[in-house]
């Protein structure tokens, strides 16, 4: 906790024979983060194409394997990863197994498809002969029509008004027979002399044709028997080829999830050794791994490699700021919600202090300061060990215990306050009534404040050392001599309050450390010998530094009154508390409570649970990304992640 892990440089040479073996132990140890590229150098122009054209087939037969699962109607699970892989061969041994179901799935889907395409044909049909039974009259005296054109299709509703304004010129009949999602069903009749007309109108309004069966000659009311009879007849067939579907989803299934394990390894594996430094006979595998797992991977490595890879160990110091080291944070699993606050704002870069401990304790406390009531915390942490009993569905990673944390906090302050469902005649207050003392709550929450402010700066002083940052330990305004003027200002602000003077001594160290802060850059180059000790000309650097200045003083004043929320937040949801009972009261008869108020308690305390809870979440997190973040933290760190198998367990 508060650091990232440590980290090693490790640089493994390895003979071309023995790469993919030690790929794959690497692979499977699941702790090594792959160098950029531009670390490798020279090695980095030594590679062929043959290991990302293999990545290339992999990732294309895992495409082919998904859609096929999918076509089954079966969800990619995760199996164990086979014990041996071989990326020379797998390929074609996973293609003939791959072929041949494909080729049995596209038969079926083929006939599915056809046949549903049938059934839709026998509906339009049904609904047409509907509209023609009444008239008693032979499909086949319809198709010979001497005097009248008529044409049968489908044309999306939308284009029927625009179909009737474009046949205005002509006399015609258009007759709607059945309405399917966003398309109709149609009959338009003519004179022969106006088929032309009608034909390119319908044309213009994207008819679909339908063609009066060929197969059925009698009448409307004979069509329809018989349609019935076809309909079944390919509704069956229907059903055995799903059934077929099913079967072949339960014959192959575990051949095709098994084949989607090795086929991702492979490729994940392939992809790896396409990125590895290459010369000649020798791969370079570069990377970082955590310093305590060193010895597990060389003893790993030295065994896939038979005792002929060369291994070597860089502490992340002899490359200075040329590699970016990447950040694995291992907090307990009990922060791992709070973790994902602080990585939501950004991850620590591996020279930077982790937050997360301190945002645990911080984020906890003003959250119950700002929503301090007995039962609304005790409602808060039900929730949340319900998650956390997994009783309840939760909605994110560590959101169980974060939530757990807050309502535990809330239901102190509650007990601080004497507040319990915003009643405050029930409990006694241990400390204030946040109604009653909002004076002595804002000054508490100012405090508490300037105590928040105080650990920024810690971390700001500890992350410049742990950087080697002489200018932001010292001289920067949230080092030490922007520490020492919030003191000094701060002295100079509350003696006089309190009735005392305030000592020459004090404005004497203010006007130094302003011009500390002032000449920053300067000094800090006069001290580490560096020259010239400005960049750029005098007014520039008068200009800039006077505003950053500027910014510094109204910063030590913003940043304080800040926590002032962290009071006012407390009374608001006193306040809110108390409008609910006031409106239980209204609906309350004279005998005592009646069944509308209890209702209105109810519901009440649920809308302050739900609404006051969420923005008070906001602001607890306002505070700690600009207030508290703002004075130490730039999160630009670079993920930790290793090369791993799909479902391998990485450090």
């Known amino acids: 906790m508060f650091t990232p892990a440590k980290m090693s440089e490790v640089d493994i040479f390895v003979y071309d024979e023995q790469i993919e073996a030690v790929a794959m132990a690497i692979a499977r140890f699941g702790a090594l983060h792959l160098a950029e590229d531009k670390a490798l150098g020279q090695w980095a122009t030594g590679g062929s194409t043959?290991?990302?054209?293999?990545?290339?087939?992999?990732?294309?037969?895992?495409?082919?394997?998904?859609?096929?699962?999918?076509?089954?109607?079966?969800?990619?699970?995760?199996?164990?990863?086979?014990?041996?892989?071989?990326?020379?061969?797998?390929?074609?041994?996973?293609e003939a197994s791959l072929s041949g179901i494909e080729e049995r799935v596209g038969a079926l889907r083929e006939q599915e498809a056809t046949l549903r395409r049938a059934l839709e044909r026998w509906t339009l049909v049904s609904h047409s002969m509907d509209r023609l039974a009444p008239l008693w009259i032979r499909l086949s005296e319809l198709r010979q029509l001497q005097h009248l054109h008529l044409v049968?299709?489908?044309?999306?509703?939308?284009?029927?008004?625009?179909?009737?304004?474009?046949?205005?010129?002509?006399?015609?009949?258009l007759i709607p027979v059945h309405r399917y999602g966003d398309r109709s069903l149609v009959?338009?009749?003519?004179?022969?002399?106006?088929?032309?007309?009608?034909?390119?109108?319908?044309?213009?309004?994207?008819?679909?044709?339908?063609?009066?069966?060929?197969?059925?000659?009698?009448?409307?009311?004979?069509?329809?028997?018989?349609?019935?009879?076809?309909?079944?007849?390919d509704r069956g067939r229907l059903d055995d080829v799903r059934a077929d579907l099913r079967?072949?989803?339960?014959?192959?299934?575990?051949?095709?999830?098994?084949?989607?394990?090795?086929?991702?390894?492979?490729?994940?594996?392939?992809?790896?050794?396409?990125?590895?430094?290459?010369?000649?006979h020798v791969y370079l595998i570069a990377g970082w791994t955590p310093t305590d797992r060193v010895t597990e991977l060389r003893a790993a490595v030295e065994s896939a490699s038979q005792g002929r890879a060369t291994f070597e160990e860089n502490p992340p110091e002899s490359f200075g700021a040329q590699?970016?080291?990447?950040?694995?944070?291992?907090?307990?699993?009990?922060?791992?919600?709070?973790?994902?606050?602080?990585t939501t704002y950004g991850l620590p870069g591996y020279k930077e202090i982790d937050p997360t401990p301190l945002v645990a304790v911080t984020?906890?406390?003003?959250?119950?300061?700002?929503?301090?009531?007995?039962?609304?915390?005790?409602?808060?942490?039900?929730?949340?060990?319900?998650?956390?009993?997994?009783?309840?569905?939760?909605?994110?990673?560590?959101?169980?215990?974060?939530?757990?944390?807050?309502?535990?906090?809330?239901?102190?302050?509650?007990?601080?306050?004497?507040?319990?469902?915003g009643f405050e005649d029930i409990l006694p207050h241990l400390w204030l009534q946040p109604m009653d003392d909002i004076l002595t709550l804002l000054l508490s929450a100012i405090v508490f404040g300037v105590v928040v402010l105080h650990i920024g700066y810690g971390c700001r002083i500890a992350t410049?050392?742990?950087?080697?940052?002489?200018?932001?330990?010292?001289?920067?305004?949230?080092?030490?001599?922007?520490?020492?003027?919030?003191?000094?200002?701060?002295?100079?602000?509350?003696?006089?309050?309190?009735?005392?003077?305030?000592?020459?001594?004090?404005?004497?160290?203010?006007?130094?450390?302003?011009?500390?802060?002032?000449?920053?850059?300067?000094?800090?180059?006069?001290?580490?010998?560096?020259?010239?000790?400005?960049?750029?000309?005098?007014?520039?650097?008068?200009?800039?530094?006077?505003?950053?200045?500027?910014?510094?003083?109204?910063?030590?004043?913003?940043?304080?009154?800040?926590?002032?929320?962290?009071?006012a937040f407390a009374v608001a949801h006193a306040g809110l508390s108390l409008v609910v009972l006031i409106l239980a009261q209204m609906f309350s008869g004279e005998g005592g409570p009646s069944f509308a108020s209890i209702v209105v308690i109810v519901f009440g305390n649920l809308a302050v649970i739900g609404f006051e809870g969420l923005i008070v979440a906001i602001q607890t997190l306002r505070l700690e990304y600009y207030e508290l973040f703002g004075k130490f933290f730039s999160g630009e760190g670079v993920p930790f992640k290793p090369l791993a198998l799909p479902e391998a367990p990485s450090a």
Not at 369 to 385: K, P, Q, R
Request: glycine letters at 10%; hydrophobic letters at 50%; one cysteine or more.
């Open 464 to 567: 410049a050392v742990r950087q080697g940052a002489l200018r932001a330990a010292v001289f920067d305004k949230n080092g030490l001599a922007g520490l020492a003027l919030y003191w000094t200002l701060g002295a100079l602000v509350l003696l006089p309050v309190l009735g005392h003077s305030a000592p020459a001594v004090l404005y004497v160290a203010a006007l130094l450390l302003i011009g500390a802060l002032y000449l920053s850059e300067p000094l800090t180059r006069l001290l580490t010998g560096q020259r010239p000790l400005l960049h750029g000309s005098k007014v520039e650097f008068g200009v800039q530094a006077f505003f950053e200045l500027f910014e510094t003083l109204i910063g030590y004043v913003s940043n304080t009154l800040s926590y002032v929320r962290l009071g």
């Open 323 to 342: 590699r970016r080291v990447p950040t694995l944070l291992r907090n307990p699993g009990v922060l791992k919600g709070v973790e994902g606050l602080v």
């Open 363 to 421: 984020f906890v406390t003003m959250f119950g300061m700002m929503f301090g009531d007995v039962g609304h915390g005790m409602f808060l942490a039900l929730v949340g060990l319900l998650m956390l009993l997994k009783i309840v569905p939760a909605p994110g990673k560590g959101i169980d215990t974060l939530l757990l944390a807050c309502g535990l906090s809330s239901s102190v302050f509650g007990a601080l306050y004497g507040s319990l469902f």
């Open 187 to 233: 009959f338009a009749f003519c004179a022969q002399e106006h088929a032309p007309i009608l034909d390119r109108a319908l044309e213009s309004a994207f008819l679909e044709p339908l063609a009066l069966p060929e197969e059925y000659s009698g009448t409307a009311q004979e069509t329809l028997s018989e349609l019935m009879v076809a309909e079944q007849r």
């Open 152 to 173: 049968a299709g489908t044309i999306p509703t939308e284009n029927m008004a625009r179909l009737e304004a474009s046949l205005f010129r002509i006399p015609y009949s």
């Open 50 to 94: 043959e290991w990302s054209g293999r990545a290339s087939q992999y990732a294309q037969q895992e495409r082919r394997l998904l859609d096929l699962l999918a076509q089954l109607d079966l969800e990619p699970q995760a199996v164990p990863i086979p014990d041996e892989l071989d990326l020379r061969r797998d390929v074609s041994r996973c």
């Open 247 to 280: 079967a072949l989803a339960r014959q192959a299934g575990g051949d095709l999830l098994d084949m989607l394990a090795r086929v991702r390894a492979d490729r994940a594996i392939a992809e790896a050794i396409a990125r590895f430094g290459h010369r000649e």
